[in-house]
């Protein structure tokens, strides 16, 4: 796409896997923590959005970029979040607890 500029993205599957990757938007729009599916020639992966475009200063040609096919689903097989301690002691408080403040 003329006037495009490449996005960063973190890839949370393959063995990019953590990477920043730079990738062509291809056209998709895009808002920063998007869920994308990103390919490059045969090889594809999950990625999230991390820089805009508009953080880019100076920039490669997007035809030797991977681009970015899609906004990802849970169908595509995004990994779970390891469950956190905190996390578990939300859930112990239950509804009751939602939005109290902590008293110390």
């Given at each position: 796409?003329?006037?495009?500029?490449?996005?960063g993205?973190?890839?949370?599957t393959?063995w990019?896997r953590?990477?920043l990757?730079?990738?062509?938007p291809?056209?998709?729009?895009?808002r920063?923590?998007?869920?994308?599916?990103?390919?490059d020639g045969?090889?594809?992966?999950?990625?999230?959005?991390?820089?805009?475009?508009?953080?880019?200063?100076?920039?490669?040609s997007l035809?030797?970029?991977?681009?970015?096919?899609?906004q990802?689903?849970h169908a595509?097989?995004?990994?779970?979040?390891?469950?956190?301690?905190?996390?578990?002691?939300?859930?112990t408080l239950?509804?009751a607890?939602?939005?109290?403040?902590l008293?110390?």
């Amino acid at each position: 796409m003329a006037g495009e500029r490449p996005v960063g993205v973190r890839a949370v599957t393959g063995w990019l896997r953590h990477r920043l990757v730079w990738a062509s938007p291809n056209g998709v729009t895009l808002r920063h923590g998007d869920r994308v599916l990103v390919e490059d020639g045969a090889t594809s992966w999950l990625a999230e959005v991390v820089v805009m475009p508009d953080q880019i200063v100076e920039a490669v040609s997007l035809d030797v970029l991977p681009r970015v096919a899609r906004q990802a689903s849970h169908a595509d097989g995004w990994p779970t979040p390891p469950e956190r301690a905190g996390a578990r002691l939300l859930a112990t408080l239950g509804p009751a607890g939602a939005g109290q403040p902590l008293s110390g």
